[in-house]
């Protein structure tokens, strides 16, 4: 019964079923359009997704390239800083030394004045060279003339 009314076109134009399925077109119509708009704005999404990947990962390698930089930079740092230290622990040692050494000049020099009024000791500081044999202990055993060892003949 329904096929008698439709023919090779689709409904006839007196059907009272007509309004109803040129509703139907119009909706299907306009369902396609919103679906193409749909797909066109998926497809814009995409795009800009795309498109922010590739900033993203132009950022990222940009800042792998600053962290490699930095790093290089920190390493050569942490070099110089050592030398630095091992530097400053040599001059701690040498300003050390030296501060005993004028503490012992200091010594020295009170010494000279503690004594200056005694007999057995001024002649001794009175004598030339008295203050190097002093302030150079290590060199009181030597002698600039030679020592005879043959002193006694058997």
């Known amino acids: 019964m329904l ?7 689709g409904l006839k134009e007196n059907s009272p079923c007509g309004a109803v399925d040129e509703k139907k077109r119009k909706r299907m119509i306009s369902n396609r359009e919103s679906a193409r708009r749909s797909r066109m704005r998926k497809q814009q999404h995409l795009d800009d ?3 922010r990947k590739s900033e993203l990962e132009n950022q990222r390698l940009e800042i792998k390239r600053r962290i490699d930089m930095y790093q290089k930079l920190w390493e050569a740092t942490a070099g110089e800083n050592n030398a630095l230290e091992a530097l400053k622990a040599e001059l701690t040692k040498e300003l050390e030394s030296a501060k005993s050494c004028v ?3 200091k010594a020295i ?3 000279e004045t503690n004594f200056a009024g005694n007999r057995m000791l001024k002649p001794l500081m009175d004598v030339s060279g008295a203050r190097e044999i002093v302030l150079q202990p290590w060199q009181l055993g030597r002698s600039s003339q030679p020592i005879a060892a043959t002193m006694f003949q058997f």
Do not use: E, M, P, V
């Not at 096929?3 to 076109?9: N, P």
């Open 3 to 9: 096929s008698a009314q439709y023919g090779s076109a």
């Open 103 to 105: 503490s012992d000049f």
């Open 109 to 111: 020099d009170r010494l």
């Open 49 to 51: 997704l795309i498109k």
